[in-house]
């Protein structure tokens, strides 16, 4: 026996409900520019070293817009070490400088020499052979207390934000539909036991779990997925359980019982697609959460890890800042997460009308 006729006229009718909502297409414009950010990475951020650790102490704490003359110095091991870096790689990790960095104040060239008055320093005298370039950076959103482009850091530390979010509600939707659709197809001891299991886990304090966890697994970029994705897949096991207690009443899960359907089957291709509307709902919640979580991990010190740029991090390393002068240098992630954020919940919030039937 098919199923109800839930798909396409209903999928249709929710997008152009979605498309009508100025908000939800302005969410969804923002997510799309991060995430474009994200992925490209390193190919579109200023400073392309890994991890957008390039340092100039002279130029530390420099004001928005502020511009900067380079001496680029030819170093032959660092050229053949920045020649053997493919484009895949560059994107996802970088590009070591084929040169050596030197921030002038000024320079002077003549024939065959060039003298400069480094920053810091004492003045130099080099062969015209020895300059490998003469670069003059604007620092868009300045620089921070060690010298980096701020903005290059922001870009990156995109990517920490989404990654976490998109791996977290990954596992936690891998393992919420499993268990919540076992419990409600099941009942009995299986749904007294995993409704047990979820409450336990649901009494928690989720900061603290996630704490507990990241202590049990280390500190670093992976581990927060896994601790992150460890303690979300309770909203999605309950929501999916509660969809499927109504469903599993159902006609045509009645005649799927009468033909022999093995329960995988029956859950998989003709209960779990009745919950798709409230699990993307439910996920699109998740990811801000997700996103939150990591931050708040970050600044406490023990999420993603130095010289890893983070947006959490870079609130907690430039909050001396905020009595300053430079109050930028912590506010500006912090909005950057807000926007993100926000962003995901006013999504979710669309989605859920968008997919109210009862409308």
């Known amino acids: 026996m098919p199923l109800p006729p839930t798909g396409q006229s209903l999928d249709r009718l929710a997008w152009r409900r979605l498309r009508r909502n100025p908000l939800a297409v302005a969410s969804m414009a923002v ?81 065959d020499s060039l003298f400069a008055t480094p920053l810091a320093g004492q003045p130099l005298a080099l062969p015209r052979s020895a300059v490998a370039d003469i670069q003059h950076r604007t620092f868009l959103l300045g620089t921070d207390a060690y010298g980096r482009d701020v903005l290059s850091m922001l870009m990156i530390g995109s990517r920490v934000s989404l990654s976490v979010g998109f791996i977290a509600i990954l596992i936690a939707l891998l393992i919420g539909i499993s268990l919540g659709a076992l419990a409600a197809y099941r009942g009995g001891w299986v749904d007294n036991t995993i409704l047990w299991l979820i409450n336990v886990v649901w009494s928690i304090p989720t900061v603290l779990l996630v704490i507990a966890i990241t202590f049990a697994l280390g500190k670093g970029f992976w581990q927060i997925f896994v601790a992150v994705g460890l303690t979300m897949w309770v909203d999605v096991a309950r929501v999916v359980r509660g969809e499927l207690l109504s469903l599993r009443e159902k006609e045509y899960i009645e005649a799927t019982r009468a033909l022999g359907f093995g329960t995988l089957r029956t859950i998989v291709r003709h209960l779990l697609p009745g919950t798709v509307g409230a699990v993307v709902v439910i996920a699109a919640s998740n990811f801000a959460s997700a996103i939150l979580l990591e931050a708040g991990l970050s600044f406490l010190g023990i999420g993603v890890q130095p010289p890893m740029p983070s947006w959490g991090s870079m609130v907690k390393d430039n909050s001396p800042y905020l009595l300053l002068d430079s109050a930028y240098l912590a506010l500006l992630p912090g909005a950057a997460i807000m926007l993100l954020v926000l962003a995901f919940m006013i999504l979710a919030s669309a989605l859920r009308d968008a997919l109210d039937t009862r409308r």
């Open 31 to 111: 997510i799309t520019l991060f995430a474009l950010v994200a992925l490209l990475g390193y190919l579109v951020t200023p400073d392309r070293t890994p991890y957008c650790n390039q340092q100039y102490p002279e130029l530390a704490t420099r004001k928005p817009g502020s511009r900067a003359t380079m001496l680029c110095l030819a170093d032959s091991s660092r050229a053949a070490a920045a020649h053997r870096t493919s484009w895949f790689s560059r994107m996802l990790h970088g590009q070591p400088l084929p040169y050596t960095v030197v921030p002038v104040a000024d320079y002077r060239l003549s024939a």
